[in-house]
T-cell receptor, first 119, second 112 residues
Framework: AQTVTQSQPEMSVQEAETVTLSCTYD???????LFWYKQPPSRQMILVIR??????QNATENRFSVNFQKAAKSFSLKISDSQLGDAAMYFC????????????????FGKGTKLSVKP | DADVTQTPRNRITKTGKRIMLECSQT?????MYWYRQDPGLGLRLIYYSFDVKDINKGEISDGYSVSRQAQAKFSLSLESAIPNQTALYFC???????????FGDGTRLSIL
């Protein structure tokens, strides 16, 4: 079974600085998708960025980028020029590209990292 | 993006009561999911459905049941609520296996 580990329960960053959130995963599959979701205090789950495992190029969305290391099974999120509105829980998630057995391509989440942004 | 609506937004109830949480979506997504979020545990999958006639158990289905009344509606029921089912519940939808899931705003359920 696949697992997702976020080893940093809490992180803090100064406004305008850069922060990196870590995520590692365990899988024997070769084709899958990885996601970062943001959950602000309003409790919505907002998709931040998505990476396909077969793409070597790291995904980027404005101030958000990932460092995808497939061999190391690592998928970190870098937030540049941090803003007060970035303060939230961040969840890393894995989804198989295969529909079989118990997975059926469903999302598997890490436990989250709470990011605080200091003014 | 999908418009995913969950009702109620918050609910407080007593042990032993039957509870139904509702989810509806307006974008015609065929896949719908129910997750539970507990502090420090992330989100865990309760049930999922690929269409009206295809419903499957997730990681933590014990004590829950679901109904896919139509493509747009997916309800989660707690037949006899217990305090350890106190959690934040999310519904999500997706158009396909390789597409992101879109979440509702969650239902915070407290069972006394």
């Amino acid at each position: 079974a696949q697992t997702v580990t976020q080893s940093q329960p809490e992180m803090s960053v100064q406004e305008a600085e850069t922060v990196t959130l870590s995520c590692t995963y365990d899988t024997s599959e070769s084709d899958y998708y990885l996601f970062w979701y943001k959950q602000p205090p309003s409790r919505q789950m907002i998709l931040v960025i998505r990476q396909e495992a077969y793409k070597q190029q790291n995904a980027t969305e404005n101030r958000f980028s990932v460092n995808f290391q497939k061999a190391a099974k690592s998928f970190s999120l870098k937030i540049s020029d941090s803003q007060l509105g970035d303060a939230a829980m961040y969840f890393c998630a894995y989804r198989s590209a295969y529909r079989y057995g118990g997975s059926q391509g469903n999302l598997i989440f890490g436990k989250g990292t709470k990011l605080s942004v200091k003014p | 993006d999908a418009d995913v609506t969950q009702t109620p937004r918050n609910r407080i109830t007593k042990t032993g009561k039957r509870i139904m949480l509702e989810c509806s979506q307006t974008k015609g997504h065929d896949r719908m999911y129910w997750y539970r979020q507990d502090p420090g545990l992330g989100l865990r999958l309760i049930y999922y459905s690929f269409d009206v006639k295809d419903i499957n158990k997730g990681e933590i289905s014990d004590g829950y049941s679901v109904s896919r009344q139509a493509q747009a509606k997916f309800s989660l029921s707690l037949e006899s609520a217990i305090p350890n089912q106190t959690a934040l519940y999310f519904c999500a939808t997706a158009t396909g296996d390789n597409q992101p899931q879109h979440f509702g705003d969650g239902t915070r359920l407290s069972i006394l």
